[in-house]
């Protein structure tokens, strides 16, 4: 990771929710080698889940920490652009996930994205189980497009669009104000 300018310190490194956010700190994206990326999903998904792997890995910084990783692969068919099969980080860092989904919809996001699969991409669907009819972190993200009942709970898939926020200082706001709280 230093050819683009920044060492990585893995996000397991910290102890507390203080230390995983700091305001001040730059937030950065950078795409990840696979090796990274599976070695902190394996480390951070807990339950049933065994992480896959996927065309591209998206790893989400504060400073040089590594605090979330966004896998992407190409869908075999659908009426969006990408399937997004990885949103990971650690479970004990409360609301790390929504800035992760914060870094998700920003412009530079959509332009790694872009550059990798060299096409448009506008837009992003997840496919998840959970035992709930909606899942929080993704409210206020993305829109439900698809809920199923299934044995244990539900099967929900939810389509983010890219590109609606224009930077990642903008993101790092947005998550400030309609997240973060100390």
Same mark, same amino acid.
């Given at each position: ?13 910290? =102890? ?80 790390? !996930? ?31 189980? !959970? ?47 309609? =997240?973060? !709280?100390?």
């Amino acid at each position: 990771m230093g050819k683009r300018g920044f060492s990585v310190k893995v996000a397991w490194d910290a =102890s507390s929710v203080q230390e995983w956010f700091d305001s001040t700190r730059p937030l950065k994206l950078a795409p990840i080698n696979s090796e990274l990326a599976m070695k902190f999903r394996q480390r951070c998904v807990k339950g049933f889940i065994i992480p896959g792997g996927n065309n591209l890995y998206i790893g989400a910084f504060i400073g040089d920490l590594l605090f979330g990783v966004l896998g992407f692969s190409n869908p075999e068919f659908g009426d969006y652009d990408l399937l997004m099969k990885a949103d990971t980080t650690p479970a004990a860092w409360d609301k790390s !996930t929504d800035l992760l989904l914060f870094c998700l919809r920003t412009k530079q996001c959509q332009e790694i994205l872009e550059k990798k699969f060299n096409r448009k991409i506008s837009t992003i669907y997840s496919m998840c189980f !959970t035992k709930n009819e909606s899942i929080g972190r993704y409210k206020k993200h993305a829109k439900i497009q698809k809920k199923v009942i299934v044995e244990g709970g539900f099967n929900l898939g939810y389509l983010f669009e890219t590109g609606t926020i224009p930077t990642l200082k903008e993101a790092k706001a947005q998550f400030i104000q309609k =997240s973060w !709280t100390k």
